[in-house]
């Protein structure tokens, strides 16, 4: 079993900055891929950004230059850095794994963003 435990959201003013982060616990060897989906209100939960373990990323259009994700191998832990942050950008982020050997796929019980004034 897998375990997410994810931090950093919150409410923050248009402008503004929030790092998530999620770190994997439990039985794995290692990390496949990690990455962060969010969902809004009446909307549908999508992609945000994802990293393998090699460093290869994919970043959704919406957020290119002002999201940045990087992932701590020896950690087990991502990182969203979000910058220039917009009220679009309000929704629940949930963090997202795939473990090895398994690829077993897991999910975090989510943190809120807010962006408003």
């Known amino acids: ?26 039985t794995f060897f290692s990390i496949s891929r990690m990455g962060w989906y969010r969902q ?4 549908q939960r999508e ?10 990323t994919n ?5 290119k230059g002002r999201f940045t994700i990087s992932l701590d191998n020896a950690k ?3 990182y969203l850095q979000m910058n220039n942050l917009k009220p679009e950008d309000t929704a629940v982020y949930y963090c997202n794994t795939i473990v090895l050997p398994t690829y077993e796929n897991y999910w975090g019980q989510g943190t809120q963003v807010t962006v408003s004034s």
């Open 40 to 43: 809004a209100p009446g909307k």
């Open 47 to 56: 992609l945000v950004a994802r990293s393998t373990r090699s460093g290869s």
């Open 1 to 26: 079993q897998v375990q997410l435990v994810e931090s950093g959201g919150g409410l923050v003013q248009p402008g503004g900055s929030l790092r998530l982060s999620c770190a994997a616990s439990g």
């Open 76 to 78: 087990n832990t991502v």
């Open 59 to 63: 970043v959704v259009d919406s957020v």
